[in-house]
């Protein structure tokens, strides 16, 4: 039976690289029945909402959705699709995978980890006030960090989990329980209790963000799985991506208690979004993702090895990937290799 899944084209090159891994999916035989749905400018045009209430419905019926890059509309009055998203389905843990793939283009050969990140407390969450001090109302600002022992206990589990499912051997904890010993010290304990619950099957290792970051940068081929709370993880994912060459294969999921959503980590690209050129590259590993999620591991590992082929191989290649070759062109290059 067909599963129904929801798919966001979204805006600028959204509409045409979700058409291209539509066409890959389908081709390597995933029986899938798609529920289009509009969000971002497209939805503002016909609904005159970035997030209409039919495409939350609709992901609320499939709980799982595949979402091209939305453009935020400037100016107030209109809710944060992210946000929206985010509360509906309290999408808790944000993950994000870099591999090292494109010859010459990246900075490292062996970077294959996972960035499990926590994505609805810590300092994120918006309980900020200023402090008025003599005549000054500004004088000072206070922002709050939360951390929760259920948000901790989740976020972990997920992520040992996440390493069993994927044949994943570490979980490295990243942290700064030393100088935040309450909220990071909770984070810190809660993380140290799981593991346990993991012992011998995987292994466990803690890091303080700022040495986590020298890490990275020295040796992150030493890194498989890395859990941290929400500001760190925003922004240790983003380093991930520089090491593996930028943004152009970064995917990523939102997964929640109530639906998992995936996506590219890349925006609409204004800049060549009529041209029909736009690499579909890393809204394909999110599909990839979300039949790794499925449990449609061998579909997913078929799909990867096509497009990396296609890739190493150097004949076919969209722009950003240092070749002349159309979305189209790069799209029947990955099925002509699909085994
Ligand atoms: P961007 O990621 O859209 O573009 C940055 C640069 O990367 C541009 O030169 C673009 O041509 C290139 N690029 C991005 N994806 C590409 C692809 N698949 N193939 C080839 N080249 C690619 O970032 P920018 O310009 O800051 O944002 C544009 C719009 O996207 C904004 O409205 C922003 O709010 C939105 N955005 C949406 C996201 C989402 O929905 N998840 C994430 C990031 C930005």
Not at 182 to 193: I, Y
């Amino acid at each position: 039976m067909s599963i129904p899944i929801t798919l966001i084209p979204g805006d600028g090159i959204g509409p045409g690289i979700t058409d291209a891994t539509v066409r890959i999916l389908e081709a390597a035989g995933a029986d899938i029945a798609w529920d289009r749905k509009l969000a971002g400018m497209a939805a503002v045009a016909v609904h005159d909402d970035p997030m209409p209430d039919e495409t939350l419905e609709s992901i609320s019926r499939t709980h799982l959705a595949l979402k091209g890059p939305l453009e935020t509309p400037v100016g107030s009055g209109y809710r944060s699709v992210n946000v929206a998203l985010r509360k509906e389905f309290d999408l808790y843990a944000n993950v994000r995978p870099a591999k090292s793939v494109t010859p010459g283009r990246r900075r490292y050969d062996n970077v294959d980890l996972v960035l499990v990140r926590e994505n609805t407390e810590g300092l994120y969450v918006g309980v900020e006030h200023y402090i008025k001090i003599g005549d000054d109302p500004h004088a000072a600002a206070e922002s709050v960090a939360i951390i929760t022992r259920a948000g901790s206990e989740r976020i972990h589990r997920y992520a040992f989990e996440y390493a069993v499912k994927h044949g994943r051997r570490k979980v490295t904890i990243v942290h700064k329980a030393n100088i935040l010993k309450f909220s990071q010290g909770l984070f810190l304990d809660v993380g140290r209790d799981v593991a346990k619950q993991y012992d011998g099957r995987i292994e466990v290792e803690e890091k303080i963000v700022d040495a986590m970051a020298m890490s990275l940068v020295m040796r992150p081929e030493a890194f498989d799985v890395i859990v941290t709370t929400n500001l760190f993880g925003d922004i240790l994912s983003d380093q991930i991506s520089g090491l593996v060459g930028g943004l152009g294969l970064a995917p990523g999921a939102n997964i929640g208690a109530k639906a998992a959503i995936f996506e590219a980590v890349h925006g609409t690209a204004p800049d060549i979004a009529t041209k029909g050129v736009a690499n579909p590259g890393a809204l394909l590993l999110a599909a990839c993702m979300m039949l790794d999620h499925l449990g449609d591991h061998a579909r997913a590992t078929r799909i990867r090895d096509a497009m990396y082929a296609t890739i190493r191989e150097g004949k076919t290649l969209t722009g950003d990937l240092g070749g002349t070759a159309t979305t189209d062109e790069f799209t029947s290059a990955i099925i002509a290799r699909l085994r």
